[in-house]
């Protein structure tokens, strides 16, 4: 299978026409994605790894009522650094 995947805009249009060409389409043996770029055009460039698009909502919660920071600080802990260690972790 060869596909421009349109990387710059995240691939959009490749949601709307997966499932209406799964016939056609069937189970490749290789894919091609003709979106890299080369050098130059005198060779074939060959690249073996391309970084994809990962999109997602992450929601991070303590508590359900608010605390005085003087009651809570050091106890409660804080919901940025958790985000920062769960997004550390991709």
């Known amino acids: 299978m060869i596909t421009e995947g349109d990387e710059e805009s995240g691939s959009v249009h490749m949601q709307h026409y997966?499932?209406?060409?799964?016939?056609?389409?069937?189970?490749?043996?290789?894919?091609?994605?003709?979106?890299?770029?080369?050098?130059?055009?005198?060779?074939?460039?060959?690249?073996?790894?391309?970084?994809?698009?990962?999109?997602?909502t992450l929601k991070v919660s303590t508590m359900r009522d608010g605390v005085h920071s003087g009651d809570s600080s050091g106890v409660v802990p804080n919901c940025y650094r958790i985000a920062k260690i769960l997004l550390n972790r991709i």
């Open 18 to 56: 997966l499932p209406k060409l799964k016939e056609r389409i069937g189970s490749p043996k290789i894919f091609f994605c003709l979106d890299s770029g080369a050098l130059d055009y005198d060779r074939l460039w060959l690249t073996n790894s391309l970084r994809g698009n990962l999109v997602g």
